[in-house]
């Protein structure tokens, strides 16, 4: 729980006192997002359980 709170207060300042370096990283920081949002939202791309990537081969031709 401490830990959480310096990483949130050390957050504030790097916002607060160096706004323009940030803002100027944030591009990359979404390119670096991309692969953890894909592998998250995807959950492994159906190892899951995940009925979107599953077929259904019950032999019904209608």
């Known amino acids: 729980m401490v830990l959480i709170g ?3 207060f050390a957050l504030l300042l790097l916002l607060t006192e160096h ?3 940030v803002l100027g990283m944030l591009p ?3 390119l670096l997002a991309c692969p953890l949002m894909h ?3 995807h959950h ?3 190892q899951s359980g995940d009925d ?3 077929h ?3 032999g019904d031709s209608k």
């Open 28 to 30: 990359y920081l979404i």
């Open 52 to 54: 979107r990537h599953q």
């Open 6 to 8: 310096f990483l949130a």
């Open 39 to 41: 592998f998250f939202m």
């Open 44 to 46: 492994g791309h159906g």
């Open 19 to 21: 706004r323009a370096h």
């Open 56 to 58: 259904n081969h019950t």
